[in-house]
Protein backbone atom coordinates (compact mmCIF):
# COMPACT_ATOMS: atom_id res chain seq x y z
CA UNK A 1 0.00 0.00 0.00
CA UNK A 2 1.30 3.17 -1.18
CA UNK A 3 2.24 5.27 2.26
CA UNK A 4 0.13 8.64 0.48
CA UNK A 5 -2.61 6.07 2.08
CA UNK A 6 -1.72 5.52 5.41
CA UNK A 7 -2.59 7.76 8.10
CA UNK A 8 -2.10 9.09 11.80
CA UNK A 9 -4.98 9.24 13.95
CA UNK A 10 -4.60 12.40 16.41
CA UNK A 11 -6.01 11.99 19.69
CA UNK A 12 -9.08 13.44 18.72
CA UNK A 13 -9.67 10.49 16.74
CA UNK A 14 -9.24 12.95 13.41
CA UNK A 15 -7.19 11.11 10.80
CA UNK A 16 -4.23 12.70 9.33
CA UNK A 17 -2.36 11.70 5.93
CA UNK A 18 1.53 10.49 7.08
CA UNK A 19 2.62 12.43 4.59
CA UNK A 20 2.07 15.85 3.60
CA UNK A 21 2.70 18.57 0.44
CA UNK A 22 4.03 21.95 1.66
CA UNK A 23 3.49 25.41 0.30
CA UNK A 24 6.12 27.64 2.00
CA UNK A 25 7.62 29.87 -0.63
CA UNK A 26 5.36 28.93 -3.41
CA UNK A 27 3.88 31.89 -4.77
CA UNK A 28 -0.36 32.38 -4.77
CA UNK A 29 -0.27 31.73 -8.93
CA UNK A 30 2.51 28.68 -8.68
CA UNK A 31 0.94 26.87 -5.56
CA UNK A 32 -2.62 26.63 -8.01
CA UNK A 33 -0.23 24.75 -10.43
CA UNK A 34 1.90 22.82 -7.85
CA UNK A 35 -0.69 21.63 -5.55
CA UNK A 36 -2.85 20.41 -8.80
CA UNK A 37 0.22 18.46 -9.77
CA UNK A 38 0.60 17.53 -6.23
CA UNK A 39 -2.80 16.10 -5.62
CA UNK A 40 -2.47 14.40 -9.42
CA UNK A 41 0.58 12.47 -7.82
CA UNK A 42 -0.93 11.27 -5.04
CA UNK A 43 -1.21 14.19 -2.35
CA UNK A 44 -4.09 14.23 0.42
CA UNK A 45 -2.83 16.41 2.88
CA UNK A 46 -2.07 20.13 1.98
CA UNK A 47 -0.33 22.44 4.02
CA UNK A 48 -0.39 26.46 3.76
CA UNK A 49 -0.50 29.19 5.84
CA UNK A 50 -1.83 32.90 5.54
CA UNK A 51 1.74 34.59 5.92
CA UNK A 52 2.55 32.53 2.70
CA UNK A 53 -0.01 34.39 0.91
CA UNK A 54 -0.87 31.77 -1.62
CA UNK A 55 -4.28 30.10 0.46
CA UNK A 56 -6.55 31.52 -2.20
CA UNK A 57 -3.92 29.17 -4.89
CA UNK A 58 -3.90 25.97 -2.88
CA UNK A 59 -8.07 26.71 -2.62
CA UNK A 60 -8.54 27.17 -5.74
CA UNK A 61 -6.27 23.79 -6.78
CA UNK A 62 -8.28 21.73 -4.67
CA UNK A 63 -11.82 23.35 -5.76
CA UNK A 64 -10.72 22.26 -9.20
CA UNK A 65 -9.31 18.62 -8.82
CA UNK A 66 -12.80 17.12 -8.98
CA UNK A 67 -11.75 15.23 -5.41
CA UNK A 68 -14.82 15.51 -2.71
CA UNK A 69 -13.72 18.22 -0.15
CA UNK A 70 -13.49 15.33 2.89
CA UNK A 71 -10.86 13.44 0.38
CA UNK A 72 -8.00 16.62 0.92
CA UNK A 73 -6.70 17.55 4.61
CA UNK A 74 -6.07 20.84 4.84
CA UNK A 75 -3.65 22.45 7.36
CA UNK A 76 -3.29 26.33 7.37
CA UNK A 77 -1.76 28.68 10.22
CA UNK A 78 -2.39 32.37 11.82
CA UNK A 79 0.68 34.20 11.52
CA UNK A 80 3.09 34.44 13.65
CA UNK A 81 2.83 38.54 13.87
CA UNK A 82 -0.91 38.17 15.26
CA UNK A 83 -1.68 37.26 18.72
CA UNK A 84 -4.84 37.59 20.91
CA UNK A 85 -8.86 36.70 20.49
CA UNK A 86 -9.99 38.32 18.76
CA UNK A 87 -7.14 39.11 16.16
CA UNK A 88 -7.11 35.14 15.96
CA UNK A 89 -10.84 35.01 15.42
CA UNK A 90 -10.38 37.51 12.41
CA UNK A 91 -7.59 36.11 10.87
CA UNK A 92 -8.97 32.64 10.47
CA UNK A 93 -12.14 33.92 8.79
CA UNK A 94 -9.56 35.37 6.43
CA UNK A 95 -8.31 32.04 5.71
CA UNK A 96 -11.63 30.88 5.28
CA UNK A 97 -12.37 33.58 2.52
CA UNK A 98 -8.92 32.64 0.86
CA UNK A 99 -9.29 28.97 0.88
CA UNK A 100 -12.89 29.06 0.01
CA UNK A 101 -13.50 26.27 2.67
CA UNK A 102 -12.81 25.50 6.13
CA UNK A 103 -9.09 23.65 6.75
CA UNK A 104 -9.20 20.93 8.96
CA UNK A 105 -5.94 21.33 10.58
CA UNK A 106 -5.12 25.48 12.07
CA UNK A 107 -2.17 25.79 13.89
CA UNK A 108 -0.58 29.05 15.54
CA UNK A 109 2.05 29.56 13.25
CA UNK A 110 5.10 30.30 15.99
CA UNK A 111 4.98 31.45 19.48
CA UNK A 112 6.56 35.12 18.94
CA UNK A 113 6.56 37.11 16.17
CA UNK A 114 9.22 36.38 13.74
CA UNK A 115 11.11 40.09 14.46
CA UNK A 116 10.93 39.45 18.03
CA UNK A 117 12.30 35.38 17.80
CA UNK A 118 12.59 33.95 21.58
CA UNK A 119 10.27 36.99 23.22
CA UNK A 120 7.97 36.08 25.50
CA UNK A 121 4.07 35.99 24.48
CA UNK A 122 3.11 33.28 26.31
CA UNK A 123 0.12 35.31 27.62
CA UNK A 124 -0.90 36.53 24.02
CA UNK A 125 -0.58 32.85 22.92
CA UNK A 126 -3.27 31.81 25.98
CA UNK A 127 -5.54 34.53 24.39
CA UNK A 128 -5.12 32.97 20.95
CA UNK A 129 -5.22 29.81 21.98
CA UNK A 130 -9.27 30.42 23.70
CA UNK A 131 -9.48 31.61 19.81
CA UNK A 132 -9.26 28.03 18.62
CA UNK A 133 -10.89 26.05 21.55
CA UNK A 134 -13.90 28.68 20.81
CA UNK A 135 -13.76 27.30 16.62
CA UNK A 136 -12.75 24.21 17.45
CA UNK A 137 -15.95 23.48 19.88
CA UNK A 138 -18.12 25.25 17.41
CA UNK A 139 -17.46 22.75 14.95
CA UNK A 140 -15.82 25.04 12.64
CA UNK A 141 -12.57 23.13 12.42
CA UNK A 142 -11.85 19.04 13.08
CA UNK A 143 -7.95 19.96 14.56
CA UNK A 144 -5.97 22.47 16.38
CA UNK A 145 -2.52 22.71 17.17
CA UNK A 146 0.94 24.96 17.42
CA UNK A 147 4.37 25.50 15.13
CA UNK A 148 7.62 25.90 16.13
CA UNK A 149 6.47 25.53 19.54
CA UNK A 150 8.97 24.90 22.29
CA UNK A 151 7.67 22.80 25.73
CA UNK A 152 7.58 25.74 27.69
CA UNK A 153 5.38 27.20 25.10
CA UNK A 154 2.88 24.29 25.18
CA UNK A 155 2.56 24.39 28.56
CA UNK A 156 1.81 27.69 29.33
CA UNK A 157 -1.12 26.69 27.04
CA UNK A 158 -1.70 23.27 29.60
CA UNK A 159 -1.54 25.57 32.19
CA UNK A 160 -4.19 27.84 31.36
CA UNK A 161 -6.38 25.97 28.32
CA UNK A 162 -8.92 23.71 28.60
CA UNK A 163 -7.67 21.68 25.13
CA UNK A 164 -4.32 20.01 24.78
CA UNK A 165 -3.02 20.46 20.94
CA UNK A 166 -3.01 18.07 18.43
CA UNK A 167 -0.26 18.65 16.29
CA UNK A 168 3.41 20.44 16.97
CA UNK A 169 4.87 21.64 13.45
CA UNK A 170 8.33 21.46 14.11
CA UNK A 171 11.99 21.86 11.89
CA UNK A 172 12.72 18.40 12.07
CA UNK A 173 15.27 16.54 10.26
CA UNK A 174 18.56 14.45 10.04
CA UNK A 175 20.76 16.40 12.28
CA UNK A 176 18.09 18.35 13.92
CA UNK A 177 15.87 16.32 15.42
CA UNK A 178 14.97 18.43 18.50
CA UNK A 179 14.73 15.64 20.92
CA UNK A 180 13.32 17.76 23.84
CA UNK A 181 10.77 18.94 21.86
CA UNK A 182 9.42 15.33 20.72
CA UNK A 183 9.51 13.39 23.97
CA UNK A 184 7.96 16.22 25.82
CA UNK A 185 4.84 16.06 22.20
CA UNK A 186 5.14 12.28 22.76
CA UNK A 187 4.19 12.51 26.23
CA UNK A 188 1.18 14.74 25.73
CA UNK A 189 -0.12 12.84 22.21
CA UNK A 190 1.00 15.86 20.78
CA UNK A 191 1.75 14.40 16.78
CA UNK A 192 4.75 16.20 15.03
CA UNK A 193 4.56 17.60 12.12
CA UNK A 194 8.43 17.77 10.21
CA UNK A 195 8.57 20.80 8.35
CA UNK A 196 11.92 20.79 5.85
CA UNK A 197 12.36 17.12 6.52
CA UNK A 198 14.73 17.50 3.36
CA UNK A 199 16.61 20.29 5.01
CA UNK A 200 15.67 22.89 2.61
CA UNK A 201 17.79 20.41 0.00
CA UNK A 202 20.76 21.29 2.17
CA UNK A 203 21.00 17.42 3.21
CA UNK A 204 21.09 16.31 -0.28
CA UNK A 205 24.68 16.48 -1.53
CA UNK A 206 25.68 15.23 2.09
CA UNK A 207 28.35 12.23 1.05
CA UNK A 208 27.43 10.28 4.24
CA UNK A 209 23.62 10.19 3.55
CA UNK A 210 24.65 9.48 -0.06
CA UNK A 211 26.25 6.47 1.07
CA UNK A 212 23.12 5.05 3.27
CA UNK A 213 20.89 5.86 0.33
CA UNK A 214 22.80 3.91 -2.19
CA UNK A 215 22.85 1.00 0.08
CA UNK A 216 18.76 0.86 -0.11
CA UNK A 217 18.75 1.68 -3.50
CA UNK A 218 16.81 5.43 -2.48
CA UNK A 219 17.22 9.02 -3.51
CA UNK A 220 18.61 10.97 -0.22
CA UNK A 221 15.37 12.53 -0.27
CA UNK A 222 13.68 9.31 -0.17
CA UNK A 223 15.83 8.25 2.55
CA UNK A 224 15.22 11.76 4.83
CA UNK A 225 11.11 11.11 4.34
CA UNK A 226 11.82 7.91 5.25
CA UNK A 227 13.57 8.77 8.55
CA UNK A 228 11.10 11.10 9.63
CA UNK A 229 8.25 8.49 9.38
CA UNK A 230 10.39 5.77 11.51
CA UNK A 231 10.97 8.67 14.17
CA UNK A 232 6.80 8.54 13.95
CA UNK A 233 6.55 12.40 12.69
CA UNK A 234 4.53 13.70 9.99
CA UNK A 235 6.90 14.69 6.60
CA UNK A 236 5.76 17.77 4.68
CA UNK A 237 7.98 17.78 1.82
CA UNK A 238 8.54 20.78 -0.68
CA UNK A 239 9.21 20.51 -4.06
CA UNK A 240 7.57 22.11 -7.44
CA UNK A 241 8.59 19.23 -9.67
CA UNK A 242 6.47 16.75 -10.11
CA UNK A 243 8.66 13.56 -11.09
CA UNK A 244 10.02 14.69 -7.62
CA UNK A 245 6.72 15.27 -5.32
CA UNK A 246 6.09 11.46 -7.08
CA UNK A 247 9.27 10.04 -5.86
CA UNK A 248 9.33 11.25 -2.34
CA UNK A 249 6.26 9.00 -1.69
CA UNK A 250 7.82 6.08 -3.58
CA UNK A 251 9.35 5.07 0.12
CA UNK A 252 7.11 1.92 1.29
CA UNK A 253 9.35 -0.60 -0.68
CA UNK A 254 12.50 -0.17 1.62
CA UNK A 255 12.93 0.51 6.25
CA UNK A 256 16.36 1.97 7.65
CA UNK A 257 17.76 -0.77 9.54
CA UNK A 258 18.13 -0.12 13.59
CA UNK A 259 21.78 0.50 12.52
CA UNK A 260 21.04 3.27 10.20
CA UNK A 261 18.86 4.43 12.21
CA UNK A 262 21.10 5.27 15.47
CA UNK A 263 23.70 6.71 12.70
CA UNK A 264 21.07 8.83 11.55
CA UNK A 265 19.98 10.08 14.82
CA UNK A 266 23.67 10.83 15.75
CA UNK A 267 24.40 13.70 12.72
CA UNK A 268 24.73 16.66 14.62
CA UNK A 269 25.15 19.03 11.36
CA UNK A 270 21.97 21.20 10.52
CA UNK A 271 23.53 21.67 6.84
CA UNK A 272 23.89 25.36 7.16
Known amino acids: MSILNENYTLYNGVSIPKIGFGTWQIPNEQ ?3 SVTDALRA ?4 IDTALAYDNEEGVGRAIRESGLRREEVFITSKLPAEIKGYDKALEAFERTFRNLGTLPDLYLIHAP ?3 ADKGGDYNAQNVQSWKAFEKLYNNGRIRAIGVSNFSPANIQALLDNCEIVPMANQIAFHVGRTQEEYVAFCNKHNILVEAYSPLATGRALGDKQLNKIAQ ?3 VSVAQLLIRFALQRG ?3 LPKTTTFERMVENTQIEKFSISTSD ?5 SIKSEYR
Do not use: D, K, V
Open 233 to 235: TLP
Open 112 to 114: WPW
Open 261 to 265: MEILN
Open 42 to 45: GYRH
Open 31 to 33: AFT
Open 215 to 217: SYG
